[in-house]
């Protein structure tokens, strides 16, 4: 009996197929999550009204995004402190995943704060302040990465939320690291690699 997915039969119709493990990493998984995000919300919006058990799995799939998008910055950032500095105070790639799996595990208050940390420790600066305390007060309202998952386990008093302005924020947050963090440690990857190639020859 093989696995599930490679068991099931042939599709009719090429529309139907997806390439399993085409998404280049948590990376790729990353804005796949926040795309799913975005395509809940538009389902919530095109919806019947209150369509209100969209809103967590909206959320999650945001979140779980941003998660992923942290994790893969502070690999980035680890991989240039290697790269810059190479001496015995980096992590090693397991070091640094088993760091992540037993220590920072769902937490992204404590994720956004070794990015930081990494990215002073390069001279990028840090995080946007907003962009911070964003991800604080989330993680204040999700500290185990399972309240979204779950029902009554959220952190709040509220009854209600503007869903459109919560899921833009969450957008915002998650631009600001998938597409503005990675991208810089993309470009200081490459300058790093650039110098070293230089100093080789």
């Given at each position: ?7 099931l ?7 139907d ?18 795309d ?71 937490r ?34 999700d ?5 979204f998952?779950?029902?009554n ?25 998938h597409?503005?963090?990675?991208t ?18």
């Amino acid at each position: 009996m093989g696995d599930l997915l490679s068991s099931l039969p042939e599709p009719s119709d090429w529309q139907d197929i997806a390439w399993v493990g085409y998404y280049d990493g948590d990376r790729g998984l990353a804005c796949g999550f926040a795309d799913a995000g975005d395509a809940v919300l538009a389902a919530w919006q095109s919806g019947p009204h209150p369509n209100d058990p969209l809103l967590l799995p909206m959320i999650y799939n945001y979140r779980h995004g941003i998660e992923l998008a942290l994790k893969q910055a502070i690999r980035q950032a680890v991989e240039c402190l290697q790269m810059a500095r190479r001496d015995h105070g980096v992590p090693t790639p397991s070091e640094l995943e088993a760091h992540l799996k037993s220590k920072q595990r769902h937490r992204l208050g404590p994720l956004a704060e070794q990015l930081a940390g990494l990215l002073n420790q390069l001279q990028l600066g840090s995080l946007p302040p907003e962009t911070m305390r964003w991800l604080m007060r989330l993680h204040q309202l999700d500290p185990s990465g399972e309240a979204f998952r779950y029902a009554n386990h959220l952190k709040t008093d509220a009854t209600a939320v503007d869903v459109v302005r919560l899921a833009s924020a969450f957008r915002e947050a998650f631009d600001m690291v998938h597409g503005g963090v990675l991208t810089m440690l993309d470009v200081h990857e490459t300058h790093l690699y650039e110098m070293w190639e230089q100093g080789m020859n």
